[in-house]
T-cell receptor, first 114, second 115 residues
């Protein structure tokens, strides 16, 4: 069974602060995705990282895929209240994953206070 | 971009009744659809994977006779919660993809409350 450990589980910060969310696994994934979900809605894809060591930026969000493709991080610079939400990492494929289903981390509930 | 429509958005039902949730891909053919369950402030738990025209593959611990999945066409999959009980109350989300290398698109979810 492939598991993704996501931390921290809860994070409450002030507007303007920086934060990092981590996603770790003992398994290798062919790709890793980050989603953001608001209450009562489905997850929205933020980014997909595929290559070990890859870094992608999306405005104030920076995503990194570990060299061994087992871990990833999401860094938010100068957080804003609009960043509030549940952030989910999800690994796809990899060892034993033959049907391209996603394995989700437990999520990080981020609250950015104005 | 591709859109996945999920209906209804929320449903309230009495204990013992059955509830059907629909998941439609609006502008692409979904060869594979996934059904997830999510409790408040928790992550998505995969329930089953359905491929068009074949039986769904259920995750360990998910009762196939209770959560009936039908993927009869390339644009529609349904999840029927049979004989629902209060513990089945949850947020159910579907996702769909076309060919194996295409992105996964999520529906907006269905909040089920069983009284």
């Amino acid at each position: 069974t492939q598991l993704l450990e996501q931390s921290p589980q809860f994070l409450s910060i002030q507007e303007g602060e920086n934060l990092t969310v981590y996603c770790n696994s003992s398994s290798v994934f062919s790709s890793l995705q980050w989603y953001r979900q608001e209450p009562g809605e489905g997850p929205v894809l933020l980014v997909t990282v595929v290559t070990g060591g890859e870094v992608k930026k999306l405005k104030r969000l920076t995503f990194q895929f570990g060299d061994a493709r087992k871990d990833s991080s999401l860094h938010i610079t100068a957080a804003q209240p609009g960043d509030t939400g549940l952030y989910l990492c999800a690994g796809e494929g990899g060892s034993g994953g033959s049907n391209y289903k996603l394995t989700f981390g437990k999520g990080t509930l981020l609250t950015v206070n104005p | 971009g591709a859109v996945v429509s999920q209906h209804p958005s929320w449903v309230i039902c009495k204990s013992g009744t059955s509830v059907k949730i629909e998941c439609r891909s609006l502008d692409f053919q979904a060869t594979t659809m996934f059904w997830y369950r999510q409790f408040p402030k928790q992550s998505l738990m995969l329930m089953a994977t359905s491929n068009e025209g074949s039986k769904a593959t259920y995750e360990q611990g998910v009762e196939k006779d209770k959560f009936l999945i039908n993927h009869a066409s390339l644009t529609l999959s349904t999840l029927t919660v049979t004989s629902a009980h209060p513990e089945d109350s949850s947020f159910y989300i579907c996702s769909a993809r076309g060919t194996e290398n295409e992105k996964l698109f999520f529906g907006s979810g269905t909040q089920l409350s069983v009284l």
